[in-house]
Each structure stands twice: as C-alpha cells, then as structure tokens.
C-alpha cells in the first residue's frame, strides 16, 4: 500500500507560485499514475493534475493549465507540483492520490483514487 505525504504548501502572494511536492513510500511507486487534487473551503475536491506512471503523459484541469505543471523523480519516488501564477481563488488544501489502476479516461475523478496523502495548505493572499 502506497503512502503518501505532501509538502511546500504556504503563504504566497496572488501572482507568485509555490512547488508542492509527494513523497511516496511502501508500494511500487513506479507503477502508478499520480493525480494532485484540491479541496477549498467549503467546496468538492476538485481535480488539478495528472501523470502517467512513466511522466509521459501529462493531463491538467482547463483552470490551470499553462500555470501549473506536474512532474514525477521516480528514482526518488516523488512527484511535484509547480504552480505559477497564482490567484487568492486557489487557496485551498491540496492533495497528492494515486490510483490502484491508472485510467486516463477517469483521471479527473477523486473516486478513482485509492491512496491520498494528507493534503498540504495553500494560501494565496490578494
């Protein structure tokens, strides 16, 4: 069973950006898709951003794209989240998940994923 832990959340100004990172352990972190997603207050987790268990693929939410990008170390067992450009509306708790099958035709949906870290705040004030 994978588990995963998320870091490089904090307070950034809108129009700065932070990288996020996920640690995994236990598991074959090799094998697996990884997906980040977020959760605002008082609203769904909603997706973010996708990769292929080989970084070869990448998939990302309309809102983000061209801002963020994803990308994955597995000989560190680690995938990272660069957002640039960032607005107060994406203040939120982001999550790093991995799935136990990787299916590109579902990878925007939370219930596709079976392992979640922890989440790590994000604040973007205006």
């Known amino acids: 069973q994978v588990q995963l832990v998320e870091s490089g959340g904090g307070l950034v100004q809108a129009g700065g950006s932070l990288r996020l990172s996920c640690a995994a352990s236990?598991?074959?972190?090799?094998?697996?898709?990884m997906g980040w997603f977020r959760q605002a207050p008082g609203k769904e987790r909603e997706f973010v951003a996708a990769?292929?268990?080989?970084?070869?693929?990448?998939y990302y939410a309309d809102s983000v794209k061209g801002r963020f990008t994803i990308s994955r170390d597995n000989a560190k067992n680690t995938v990272a989240l660069q957002m640039n450009s960032l607005t107060p509306e994406e203040t939120a708790v982001y999550y790093c998940?991995?799935?136990?099958?990787?299916?590109?035709?579902?990878?925007?949906?939370?219930?596709?994923?079976?392992?979640w870290g922890h989440g790590t705040r994000v604040t973007v004030s205006s």
């Open positions: 998940a991995a799935p136990r099958q990787f299916d590109p035709t579902a990878i925007r949906l939370a219930s596709k994923y079976d392992y």
């Open positions: 236990r598991g074959t972190f090799s094998s697996y898709g």
């Open positions: 990769i292929s268990w080989s970084g070869g693929t990448t």
